[in-house]
């Protein structure tokens, strides 16, 4: 029924007739164009927010608009600092645990491993109320350790490490110790080497979603000092504050340029990530 | 190995669970407890002592009519979004596994949305919905239709924040989806290609019952986000109008930071807490019956 498959009978790709081609495309360019709106009214003056004209002159005016109308230079830093935070405490801490799990005769561990687990379906977020209170016992409101410091020791970081762990031979771990390695020793040069694609993979989805995360980052904070990107764009582009929407979309491209332009370099790394660390 | 080299590696295991030991209880159980525990009391007035009160929180909620709208919104958000996303997610799986011409943008373009922050994904949507200068008011203008006010109207406000969630998801899950696809023998085809099987139904007897276990992965994902993601609404409606998209967790958000009522919003947030405890007795039973963790 199919002439074109002839060609490459092996293949695992199924050829696709030409009306499936077309829906594709057509769904392709409906679900990008939003972005691609956003750039074009980015780039021109605001009267062509919605008149389309394709030699309207373009404009950096609206990104320093932008720049000028809200700190992110210091939401960037504030960004950054929360990710590489985060991201390092989970790594640590994760490691920690999932070693534990992995190799050591704990008592009930599966029943630890199992509250563990707990916490794959209830976040931080969802505890917004007392988490605040929490946080403000702490001394922690209005500082990027209070943004951070929930998500450490996160569930899912320990049981990707702990999976991955568990498929690392012993007799790797033995060789170690008959060089005369103690147990730090052993996870820092055998099993943390060993893991380096699910650290990479943990760490891209770790780095994306708290690059995007916002309730809790908006309840906890309260100032410039400590706002990240997200809560920033959140607070300057409110439809009430009536910033000119070019402004808006040109603040709302500065935000999500790293993230954005670090995976179209990366795809094939982003997309393994989230996959691996889907398959839980 | 020695009983007493036992008990060194069982207090070693110990200590290498502290840290997150600690973190998760102070960050997830024990707030988890106190908001339940905060669901049972009324704060007293003026320094008073707080009051043991049962369930009587729970009765004032459930007779609170704004509540049922809002858990209602939430409900029909999650039907709205969950069917939909995974039907698209599926086809544009099958869309991008095939031979098509583009095949890289066209995955690019269906996984993009996924990258970014949901409160830029809003803001980006406010271009389109805005009621005088948005894009889809100046296209229905243009054809000489008068404009429908997307946001604003509580008829419509609601499909509108559903519209722009599927946009927003269903490139996630087409991932899951591809990475199932990918992992199908092509020897099936192969043989349904002998016997002249029509793809139709080469679909939805080959197929769709070998991707089940990625469509219930993807379904719970699915479910866990309709209560804990509200991000969007802070830009697009804040919950209005007269709380016609307001959902569970902007409520307790409302409540707690707002109205300055934690009771009640403690006692959302459990009932938002009994709907997670579903899914995730639906994802370790149904899910997981062949999966264990040794």
Known sequence: ?280 | MSFTNHRKMQLYGALLLLPAAVLLTTFAYLPTVTTVINSLFLPGFRGAPTEFVGLENYQVLFDDPTFWKVARNNLIYAVGTIPTSIALALGMALFVNGKLRGRCFVRMAYFTPTILPMIAAANIWMFFYAPQIGLFNKLLGMLGFSGVNWLGDPSVALSSVIVMSVWKEAGFFMIFYLAALQSMPPELKEAADLEGTSRWSFFWRVTFPLLMPTTLFVLINALINSVRVVDHLFILTKGGPNNATNLLLYYVYENAFSFFDRTTAATITVVILLVLAVVATLKFTILDRRTHYQ
Request: charged share 10%; aromatic share 16%; proline share 6%.
């Open chain 1, 1 to 280: 029924m199919n002439t074109s498959t002839t060609y490459a009978p092996r293949s695992r790709c199924v050829s696709i007739p030409a009306l499936e081609t077309v829906a594709a495309w057509l769904l392709a360019i409906i679900w990008i164009f939003p972005l691609l709106y956003a750039f074009w009214a980015a780039f021109h003056p605001s009267e062509f927010m919605v008149n389309f004209e394709l030699f309207a002159p373009l404009t950096l005016e609206n990104f320093t608009n932008a720049w000028s109308q809200a700190p992110f230079a210091r939401y960037y830093l504030n960004t950054f600092a929360l990710v590489t935070g985060v991201v390092i405490g989970q790594f640590v801490v994760c490691t920690l645990a999932a070693f534990a799990f992995a190799r050591f005769p704990i008592p009930g561990k599966n029943v630890l491993f199992m509250l563990v687990l707990i916490q794959l379906f209830v976040f931080p977020e969802v505890l917004i109320v007392e988490n605040y209170r929490i946080a403000s016992e702490l001394g922690l409101i209005n500082t990027i350790t209070g943004i951070g410091l929930p998500y450490v020791a996160s569930a899912l970081g320990i049981f990707l490490l702990r999976q991955t762990f568990k498929t690392i031979p012993r007799e790797l771990e033995d060789a170690a110790r008959i060089e005369g390695c103690n147990w730090l020793e052993i996870l820092w040069k055998v099993y943390v080497p060993l893991a380096k694609p699910t650290y990479l993979a943990y760490g891209l989805v770790s780095i994306s979603h708290h690059w995007n995360n916002f309730i809790w980052p908006l309840v906890v904070t309260n100032s410039v000092e400590s706002r990240p990107l997200t809560v920033g764009l959140g607070v300057f582009s409110a439809p009430e504050t009536g910033v000119n929407w070019a402004t808006v979309s040109a603040a709302t491209l500065l935000s999500i340029a790293p993230l954005l332009v670090a995976f179209l370099l990366f795809q094939r790394q982003f997309v393994q990530s989230f996959l691996r660390a889907g398959i839980r």
